[in-house]
């Protein structure tokens, strides 16, 4: 920077913003919000003269770093068993970060004050960097760590896996719909705000326990540009704020985005924490403490909780219900499961857990072995080949879950699953704020207001049904999951990578084809979908059907 | 005396051998993303980090999109813009229970075979621009330090007061409500990832004169730095350019906005003030530091921006399927957007009189813009619009 200041700098620049004289810019996007237009300040206060020179020594740390890594050799000490995981975490990021970008015009129009979009300018590109730094990352660990595949295939695997499905709503929900719903509300505000600091902040911290700190150089390069991101995100908050005719749809959007984000990143960067890791020192932070702390102390309740005197309606029984979630009912426990009772429908090895493990989820999750012990203890024996299937087709007390067609994570909270039948099918949800969100929120009016620029739900959104009556071994070749010995699959339910104690297509031919729950439920009459429902209800925890006496 | 030792709590390194070659198995040596086809014969570092970002449902997408708007669609429609590459004509592949997921063989249409022949991304992107605005600060300190401005005559001060100022609303508004608008809209992650730079390039250049104008307030006594809103407001030499600038931002189309100002306007009207006027005119001025601010966006554009959009349009006229309809299309934006660069460029005549020291003739540069065009649309594969010789 010159000797001008940045504030006189950026005092200048306002000077840039003119309003149209002969033709009004083109207004391709709505909502149901209202603003006034008044006077803003640019929250950023950044100009780019000083924005690009910081950013490029950010660079040069990262790449710097990266470079450290590869003739440090940091792969000989990374834990196969966390970087098996970043093959899913690194396959969904890039999109969501790039989302972010394509988010920003939606509030040109929305929020008439130009004084922001400059904020908004400078968050479009840093989202530019962040979807290729974090690409270029994912294509470093190809290069260099033991095993690529599931890194070699990523962009084309996200896009078919129902894993990535799930967590690609954490990028389609902020380019659609509402503006301000999905550009502010849903990105900026829960989002970034709230659900950063577990993605970028805690994530890190337990890659660099397992060997590997290009993760953390990379995410905290990332999450500096987020903590403005956070800025643009409140400034357009406090706008609508100060229109009451605007507080409905802010109650309205808190909830389905704090409920989404829980859903969705829970369910992720919780199984990553506590199932991706060695590190098993009964002192450091489980998942649930840094939710705590993180997103309870640090959001909830330091950042969302000052807002309610501006007359924000706070989600606090939502809040209070993800804690319970998390704390009581496992929830971070039974993704985990799922994802490894389904390992062979994915692109990454799911390792089993150890006595070490069981003790230290014993320790910090009182009660863990009970419910959970058993199952990954028939996890761990069904891991190689032995002459029997894949867990998914044994009987070990577990009921294959339906599909939430909200979240479109599972109803693995057996008691909280709801149905409801929407546009003639009968659909399940995971609790009942997913089915609030897809029968009442999502729709052309809200509790009686019109809201026709409210987006919709679409899609496919159960993957078991697009593959209903299929034989595995064509579902993992269909969707692309097999190495190029056109025979060896790439998940596997272990680390070896010995040939011989790795599961192929010939195993899985002989299992029994892949039934989508929800086509059998929809094939039942009302009296058997809701006999049906009664007994799933009382299934669980840890996916036990429900006792045959129930 | 030392308080004893406690052991810290700290993961403890392990040794786990999980570098690339340490074991043969399969995939152990596919150490490339296998999901798309590079441009040239090897992937490149570009095209790694860009390409497949951005889904479609006509390949890899198999459950299709999951948000829509309010009418129900969600994603990147194809028709957000009316050219075609070859494939789009295809439906989406249909989903039903049992229908498996796969879609179409990759790329499953022309769109998908742009490359930005600039190869941005974050790493370059910065760095170029790191690069611009540190040498654009050393020149504009090294005019302050040998009070290099006292050599501009009073005309010129004048000049760059309104006029290069008033260039810098034409940047910004160009730079956020066209491309920033843009990238929003084309159909893969390469277009878009191409137009998020060149909205910052022009977002740049727009606070570049802006501060550029601050300096040369707190250097030249006389030099008024607010001159540059009157002049874009109501000087009627800058209300065609205003006008047509503005109907830019107006367009719905994403590729006919991202033509209309990077093939017609930037040509005829942006490289016909910056670089036959400015350029021309500021040495015999006295100044030698505004072409050195001027260049830098001037080089932006005519060697970056330009490139990747003649890239961009290059496919879509030689396409082998659409390639006579995208040319008629495009015609058709010819026509409509000449006439109007034309008009605003004619508007801007008086300004070649207000300086000294006179730079080439009016005509002379609106020529030299005009046989530019051509060649551009030349190596598009179109034809000049019978309203250039207007």
Known sequence: MTRQSVAKAHEKIQELAWEPLYHEPVSQYGTDYTFSKAKKKDPLNQVLRSDFPMQEEKDHRVYGAADGAIRGNMFRQVQERWLEWQKLFLSIIPLPEISAARAMPLLFNTVPNPELHNGQAIQMIDEVRHSTIQQNLKRLYMNNYIDPAGFNSSLRNFQNDYC??????????????????????YLTIVAETAFTNTLFVAMPAEAAANGDYLLPTVFH?????????????????????????????????LRYAWWNNHRVVDAAIGT???????????????????????????????????????????????????????????????????????????????????????????????????????????????????????????????????????????????EDMVMAEVDGQMRTYCHEACRWTDVEAFRPTYQGRETPNMGQLIGKREWETLYHGWNWADVVSDMGYVRDDGHTLVAQPHLNLDPKKMWNLDHLRRMPPLQSPNVLLNEMTPAEQQAFHANYIKGGPAGRPAPADA | ????????????????????????????????????????????????????????????????????????????????????????????PERYPGSGGKGYEWPAHGWHEFRDPNEEWELTFYRNNSNVVRQINQNVDTARETKAFEQWNPNWVTFVERNVGAWMHVEHGLGLYLFANAQRRA??????????????????????????????????????????????????????????????????????????????????????FRSQLVQQASPGNGDFVTPTVVGAGEWDYASRDLRYTKAMFEL?????????????????????????????????????????????????GLDRAKSRFSGILSDLSLDNPKELTQ
């Open chain 1, 164 to 185: 990535g499905t799930i967590g690609r709503q954490f990028a389609e929900g902020f380019i659609t719909g509402d503006a301000i719903t999905a550009a502010s509300i």
């Open chain 1, 221 to 253: 390069s990332v999450q500096s540009d987020e903590s403005r991101h956070i800025s643009n995100g409140y400034a357009t908050l406090l706008m609508a704020l100060a229109d009451e005719g605007n507080h409905q749809l802010l109650e309205r959007d």
């Open chain 1, 272 to 414: 990553f924490i506590e199932y991706g890791t060695k590190d098993r020192r009964k002192d450091r932070e489980s998942y649930a403490e840094m939710w705590r702390r993180w997103i309870y102390d640090d959001y909830y309740r330091s950042y969302l909780v000052p807002l309610e005197k501006y007359g924000l309606v706070i989600p606090h029984d939502l809040i209070e219900e993800s804690w319970n979630q998390i704390w009581n009912k496992g929830y971070v426990h039974e993704v985990a499961q799922f994802f490894c009772t389904g390992w062979l429908a994915n692109y990454w090895r799911m390792d089993p857990m150890t006595d070490k493990d069981f003790e230290w989820f014993e320790y910090k999750y009182p009660g863990w072995y009970d419910k959970y012990g058993k199952w990954w203890e028939n996890y761990a024996r069904l891991s190689t080949p032995n002459g029997h299937h894949p867990i998914v087709a044994e009987d070990v007390d577990y009921q294959y879950p339906h599909r939430c067609w909200t979240c479109m994570v599972p109803c693995l909270v057996r």
């Open chain 2, 1 to 92: 005396m030392t308080a004893p030792t406690v052991e810290r709590s700290s993961p403890k390194p392990e040794f786990t051998d999980a570098e690339a070659g340490a074991k043969e198995f399969p995939d152990s040596t596919l150490r490339h993303y296998n999901y798309y086809t590079p441009q040239k014969r090897k992937q490149s570092h570009y095209e790694d980090v860009t390409v497949e970002v951005q889904p479609d449902p006509r390949h890899y997408l198999a459950q299709g999109w999951l948000y829509g708007f309010s009418d129900g669609r969600g994603g990147y429609p194809l028709d957000w813009t009316v050219l075609k590459a070859w494939g789009v004509d295809r439906g989406d």
């Open chain 2, 187 to 272: 159909p893969t992650n390469m277009h878009n990832n191409a137009i998020s730079v060149n909205s910052m390039h022009r977002i740049r250049f727009a606070q570049d004169l802006a501060l550029y104008n601050l300096t040369l307030s707190e250097e030249i006594e006389s030099f008024d730095g607010t001159a540059h809103v009157e002049t874009w407001n109501e000087d009627p030499a800058w209300q065609g350019v205003r006008g047509v600038a503005e109907e830019l931002t107006a367009i719905d189309d994403w590729a006919e906005a991202i033509f209309a100002a990077n093939i017609v306007f930037e040509p005829l009207i942006g490289e016909l």
């Open chain 2, 316 to 364: 879509l006229t030689n396409d082998k399927e659409f390639a006579d309809y995208n040319k008629g299309i495009i015609d058709g934006w010819l026509s409509n957007w000449v006439p109007k660069a034309l008009t605003a460029a004619r508007q801007l005549q008086p300004l070649w009189s207000q300086p000294d020291a006179k730079p080439p003739r009016f005509e002379d």
